[in-house]
């Protein structure tokens, strides 16, 4: 991950996240191994997501939103998710959650692509401590 950020300068922040696909956790070990097959994150094939924003702006009440590109399986969508940061010690906790709609990004094909069985709409929640660079 690559993250530039200061609270009083947020419009020069910039982040960029790639993650395993194989690393998701989806909440129970049953659905994590679920999850890299074929049908959903298809972890073979699609071994990275990927995050690059392109704006971050200030909101009310402390908050912030980045906007950027979500890249899945080869697909890439627009994706804003607004987020905190506190300061713990030198270091600076992000905070934040974002809808992710999982059809778009082909994620649970053919059975699971009927949302009567898993919901089309995926609540994402991060949550990052980013220590400062060394000097």
Known sequence: MQLDFDAKKPEAGSVKIELDSASIDAGSDEANAEIVKRGWMDAAKFPKVTFVSSSVKTLAG????????????????????????????????????????????????????DTETVADEVQIRFKVLANPAPK
């Open 62 to 113: 402390g908050r912030f939103e980045v906007t950027g590109k979500m890249s899945i399986k080869g697909i890439t969508r627009d994706l804003t998710a607004p987020f905190t940061v506190k300061a713990q010690g030198s270091a600076q906790l992000f905070e934040g959650a974002f809808v992710l709609k999982r059809l778009e990004f082909k994620i649970g094909e053919g059975p699971w692509s």
